[in-house]
């Protein structure tokens, strides 16, 4: 009697701290770990969570007798991790949810197949593998070893992420992207496995996982190819931005080349004028030639080299189209972005913003508003227009007003890659016949502070650029 109930004790004792461990692992994963190892850790509130998921699954074990692969008991495991790991998440509930619903179920998944390989490993000795699929010591030793499994994966996945901070962005957006959609597959899998592990047919195991894995092969090539096709549009929309650019600038210094090649014949017409008493018609001449050596002017409004070669160039093809444009920009100089992708973002969006202007009948109602301010670490842009029509959404960005929008529409996939790749989000709306998009991602090192600048605005109208 007392071996029996040494037995039960050491195996509902093991199946309390794997379903612990498990929790944490979930929970950790899903909340992302902190940024770096420099910042307070408060492990409390996820360990504290984690009681509840291995507590509540040994009183039912004891009391209930559940079957030891219980669908029901699966389900009701994922998504009481999910809602716990939303309320430990309250900025992004949904996601938190969806995250940890998916990695409990990635990680049954993983511990079927674990089983599954020790059971053709057990029977290939011919000792028969009922024993880890009976409440006995053996199972309990095993559930010891898993568990003990997820903690060395737990800390060395934490040791990897708390390292980079670009790295644990990456892991973010990827958990975000992936989570909702892995769901339903995820349960389906590890109900599908858990019937076929328990009939014991080791043919069948073994088939059943290699087509899994030549599943989850096809999909990952398949995604792969998506990818490389993407990334090869990316490109391509880049070199064509910078090809724009450079010819934007050789434009620029000719035009400028030509007019102080005129200069003398430009004085020499003004000392006539005066000489000849036209003082109003000197002074026209005077403002004239000020008006076009202003408009190959580059001009300093964030401190940022490329972004100010970028405003200069849009502020003049704004100009062109008769566009009114205000401006507010802070001290954007210590910007970690590369230069291609400062170009990618702030290209499309204001190239996007004077074409829909550029529809707008008449000269009077065509206008921009572009706004771009440093919040500590993030940079947060708002970029205003008129807008004819609503714009709707695909694939999280603005869709092409153009009719062609098999050829178009590359340059807002540039700038979500962008954001994917810093961490940043894109909201947008059409209001009253104004798009309205705000931006926001991490812009800024923790080591670089603002610099001592008083934010700066300026309103341009027609004549002024």
């Not at 050789?250 to 003082?279: R, T, V, Y």
């Not at 098999?406 to 962008?418: E, F, I, R, T, W």
Request: with cysteine; aromatic share 12%.
């Amino acid at each position: 009697m007392m071996d029996f109930f040494m037995m039960d004790f050491f195996y509902y004792g093991s199946e309390f701290i794997n379903t612990f461990v498990k929790a944490c692992a979930t929970l950790r994963l899903a909340c992302a770990f902190p940024p770096c190892r420099k910042e307070k850790e408060r492990p409390a509130p996820v360990v504290s969570a984690a009681f509840i998921p291995a507590l509540l699954g040994s009183l039912c074990s004891v009391y209930f007798k559940l079957d030891l692969f219980s669908h029901a008991a699966f389900i009701a495991n994922a998504f009481l991790a999910g809602i716990l790991s939303a309320f430990l998440r309250p900025d992004s509930r949904k996601t938190a949810f969806c995250s940890a619903f998916s990695l409990w179920a990635a990680l049954s998944l993983f511990d079927l197949f674990l089983m599954s390989l020790c059971s053709i490993f057990i029977e290939s000795f011919g000792v028969s593998a009922d024993i880890l699929t009976a409440k006995n010591a053996c199972r309990g030793s095993y559930l010891l070893i898993f568990a003990a499994f997820l903690l060395w994966g737990l800390k060395m996945t934490r040791k990897n992420l708390s390292c980079s901070t670009s790295l644990q962005n990456v892991y973010k957006k990827r958990l975000e992207n992936l989570s909702l959609p892995a769901m339903l597959p995820l349960a389906l899998c590890v109900i599908y496995f858990q019937r076929v592990y328990k009939s014991l047919i080791a043919e069948r195991l073994v088939i059943s996982w290699m087509a899994f894995f030549f599943a989850a092969a096809v999909i990952f090539a398949l995604r792969t190819l998506q990818k490389e096709r993407a990334r090869d549009q990316l490109l391509h929309v880049r070199f064509q931005m910078l090809e724009d650019n450079y010819q934007s600038l050789l434009k620029a210094q000719k035009e400028k080349a030509a007019l102080m090649h005129d200069m003398k014949n430009h004085m020499s017409a003004l000392h006539d004028l005066i000489i000849d008493g036209q003082n109003h018609a000197a002074l026209d001449y005077v403002q004239q030639i000020y008006g076009e050596l202003a408009r190959g002017q580059s001009r300093v409004w964030t401190n940022h080299p490329i972004l100010d070669l970028i405003l200069n160039r849009k502020l003049q093809d704004a100009h062109k189209g008769s566009i009114r444009v205000e401006l507010e920009c802070d001290d954007m100089s210590g910007l970690i972005l590369q230069p291609a992708d400062v170009c990618a973002l702030f290209s499309n969006i204001l190239d996007n913003a004077i074409e829909s202007n550029l529809r707008q009948d008449a000269p009077s109602s065509r206008w921009l508003y572009f706004s771009c301010k440093r919040q500590k670490r993030m940079a947060v842009i708002v970029l205003n227009n008129p807008a004819k029509i609503e714009i709707n959404q695909k694939n999280g960005i603005p869709e092409t007003e153009k009719t062609d929008k098999q050829n178009h529409g590359y340059g807002m996939y540039s700038v979500k890659k962008v954001l994917d790749h810093y961490g940043g989000r894109m909201n947008f709306r059409t209001e009253d016949g104004c798009f309205k998009l705000t931006i926001g991602l991490v812009g800024f090192s923790e080591n670089v502070k603002p610099a001592a600048v008083k934010n700066r605005q300026h309103i341009f109208l027609e004549n002024d650029i």
